[in-house]
Nanobody
Framework: QVQLVESGGGLVQAGGSLRLSCEAS????????MGWFRQAPGKRREFIAG????????FHTDSAKGRFTISRDNAKNTVYLQMTSLRLEDTAVYYC???????????????WGQGTQFTVSS
């Protein structure tokens, strides 16, 4: 069974940049739409970006648009989230997900990663 493992979390100063990675093991992410979600303390998990199987289409929510970029490398079974201009409110646990588009802006998740904590400091 495919397992997703996120990495790259940690501590970064506001205004800085960071790249999260999500590597799959036990299978391939090729057939799946891949996405990133995040959950801040006391808040619901929210979808922030998704990318189609062949990278021909990607979607970023308003909170991510212009600052975050999702990408994938199917040969490496890895999905990335490049984050720039980081803000305090970006602090959250970030989750990688595999699934399928429901609409062009939402996805149904079949598989979650365990999450990686990311904190933005002032």
């Amino acid at each position: 069974q495919v397992q997703l493992v996120e990495s790259g979390g940690g501590l970064v100063q506001a205004g800085g940049s960071l790249r999260l990675s999500c590597e799959a093991s036990g299978g391939t992410v090729g057939p799946y739409t891949m996405g990133w979600f995040r959950q801040a303390p006391g808040k619901r998990r929210e979808f922030i970006a998704g990318i189609s199987r062949d990278s021909s289409y990607s979607f970023h929510t308003d909170s991510a648009k212009g600052r975050f970029t999702i990408s994938r490398d199917n040969a490496k079974n890895t999905v990335y989230l490049q984050m720039t201009s980081l803000r305090l409110e970006d602090t959250a646990v970030y989750y990688c997900a595999a699934g399928q588009w429901i609409t062009t802006a939402t996805m149904n998740v079949y598989l979650w990663g365990q999450g990686t904590q990311f904190t933005v400091s002032s």
